[in-house]
């Protein structure tokens, strides 16, 4: 099993931008699919963004050509950079990581957009 530990969350500007990263440990992190996923408040969890292992992306139409998904499997990280950053992608964030149909989450990390 992997365990995933989120970090770079805060409060920025509508228009700035954050980079948020996911640190795993404990199993071959290379072979996951590891995705971003958020829960504003009073909301569900929603999907924001996935790479898989072999590099290929998707995102949710919310932040299509805002975010960006990127891992560095050298160091079993995986980040979002948040670009344009509004109001609405205030949320909690948390890091997924799936592989062999298990789902692992971070802890969470709190994004808030506000002037």
């Known amino acids: 099993q992997v365990q995933l530990v989120e970090s770079g969350g805060g409060l920025v500007q509508p228009g700035g931008s954050l980079r948020l990263s996911c640190a795993a440990s404990?199993?071959?992190?290379?072979?996951?699919?590891m995705g971003w996923y958020r829960q504003p408040p009073g909301k569900q969890r929603e999907f924001v963004a996935a790479?898989?292992?072999?590099?290929?992306?998707n995102y949710a139409d919310s932040v299509k050509g805002r975010f960006t998904i990127s891992r560095d499997n050298s160091k079993s990280t995986v980040y979002l950079q948040m670009n344009s950053v509004k109001p609405e992608d205030t949320a909690v964030y948390y890091c997924?990581?799936?592989?062999?149909?298990?789902?692992?989450w971070g802890q969470g990390t709190q994004v808030t957009v506000s002037s």
């Open positions: 404990g199993s071959i992190f290379s072979a996951y699919r």
């Open positions: 997924n990581g799936y592989l062999a149909l298990r789902n692992y």
């Open positions: 790479i898989t292992s072999g590099g290929s992306t």
